[in-house]
């Protein structure tokens, strides 16, 4: 079983930054991939950026040079910086950890809106 607890969602301003943090509690968290996925009311859930166990990110055309993820196995911890926000990043992002096919875990997601 994996828990996930998001931090760092809030509001700011167009071209603000905010760093959203997960925080499992596995014990294998090395061996999982980690995700951060947004949903904005009226629209599909959309992966945003991926970080595998081998420390390869991946990320969302929509945010490629804006957001960076990363991963600390030490703290089984996995970072999104986001930088440059846009007011149509405005979404709930959640945390989500795939430890095998069959096998995903979800927090319970923190609300980034960014308005002026």
């Known amino acids: 079983q994996v828990q996930l607890v998001e931090s760092g969602g809030g509001l700011v301003q167009p071209g603000g930054s905010l760093t959203l943090s997960c925080v499992a509690s596995?014990?294998?968290?090395?061996?999982?991939?980690m995700a951060w996925f947004r949903r904005t009311p009226g629209k599909d859930l959309e992966l945003v950026a991926g970080?595998?166990?081998?420390?390869?990110?991946t990320y969302a055309d929509s945010v490629k040079g804006r957001f960076t993820i990363s991963r600390d196995n030490t703290k089984n911890t996995v970072t999104l910086q986001m930088n440059s926000l846009k007011p149509e990043d405005t979404a709930t992002y959640y945390c989500?950890?795939?430890?095998?096919?069959?096998?995903?875990?979800w927090g319970r997601g923190t609300q980034v809106t960014v308005s002026s």
């Open positions: 970080i595998s166990s081998g420390n390869n990110p």
């Open positions: 596995a014990s294998s968290f090395n061996m999982l991939t």
């Open positions: 989500n950890a795939k430890k095998a096919i069959a096998t995903v875990y």
